[in-house]
């Protein structure tokens, strides 16, 4: 006997595909959305941790600018007490030099000069008197210049042609002159006093 299927199998068959493929769409769908949950949760979890790392780093910063603005006013403090400390100690250093600066006259004015006029203001000598001839001016420039460590950076201001009577009857030609220069103060001195031991000793080695 020859069975015959009259029923529509193919749109049977195609229900069945499309019931299948909607189903796995479906199914695809829930997962996808699953997957793109759980990766909205683990990038939340993450911005979570990143905050509370920066809330923790933001506190510790402003900890930390606490602490460095106190050590900066210490530092400032630290720096006017040596600066005082500085003072005080200059002021003791000091102290001797007028005698300093009179004993160093003393020593480079050459034969042939003399003072008229002294006058000091802060570390600036200036200075005024006459010289037999302009030569020993330039010869006491030099010494103040090279034969201490007192003076530094002498500077002739002036020099003129004066003549000045020993008696009625003689008159003598002489250089008046004006000059200036830098009284080191006592560190200053011992600093180019030390260095140039140094530069004798390593000299005569």
Known sequence: MILINLLPHREA????RKEAFQATMFASFLLGLLIA????????????????KNTFLQSEIKVLEGQIK????????IA????????????????NLPVHLLNELVKQLPDGVYITSLKQADQVITMQGMAQSNERVSEMLRNLANNTPWFSKPELVEIVAANVA???????????FNLRFRLMRTSEAQKAMDGASAAASTAGK
């Open 13 to 16: 068959a195609r229900k069945r």
């Open 37 to 52: 949950g759980a990766i909205y949760w683990w990038f939340q979890m993450m911005i979570e941790e990143q905050q509370g």
């Open 70 to 77: 106190e050590i900066a006013s210490i530092e400032e403090e």
């Open 80 to 95: 006017a007490l040596r600066a005082r400390q500085k003072a005080v100690e200059d002021l003791q250093s000091d102290r």
């Open 166 to 176: 020993l008696t009625p009857r003689d008159q003598r030609r002489v250089a008046s």
